[in-house]
């Protein structure tokens, strides 16, 4: 059964940082390319960053460019998103996907940047 559970959203202040967490299982995880997305309120869901399998290549957004690192550990199965210099604009609901012709979705984790 292919999971993703993400973990660590939350409320946090203008400027401030946030880590998102994403556990894989369930498939073979190396294999796959792996990215955030979000969706913002009133919004479709838009692509945020993705990295390659091997972790050595990333692209990003515009929108996040410079404020946002993804990484990848396949040792644990598990892709992370580094997030800095919030703004409230990042506000949205973050998904992790997972994508080798098929694709797979975690359920979500709210970021709200907020003072």
């Known amino acids: 059964q292919v999971q993703l559970v993400e973990s660590g959203g939350g409320l946090v202040q203008p400027g401030g940082s946030l880590r998102l967490s994403c556990a894989a299982s369930g498939f073979t995880f190396s294999s796959y390319a792996m990215s955030w997305y979000r969706q913002r309120p009133g919004k479709e869901r838009e692509r945020v960053a993705t990295?390659?399998?091997?972790?050595?290549?990333?692209n990003y957004a515009d929108s996040v460019k410079g404020r946002f690192t993804i990484s990848r550990d396949n040792a644990k199965n598990t892709v992370s998103l580094q997030m800095a210099s919030l703004k409230p604009e990042d506000t949205a609901v973050y998904y992790c996907?997972?994508?080798?012709?098929?694709?797979?979705w975690g359920q979500g984790t709210q970021v709200t940047v907020s003072s």
């Open positions: 996907h997972a994508f080798r012709g098929l694709n797979y």
């Open positions: 990295i390659g399998v091997s972790g050595g290549t990333s």
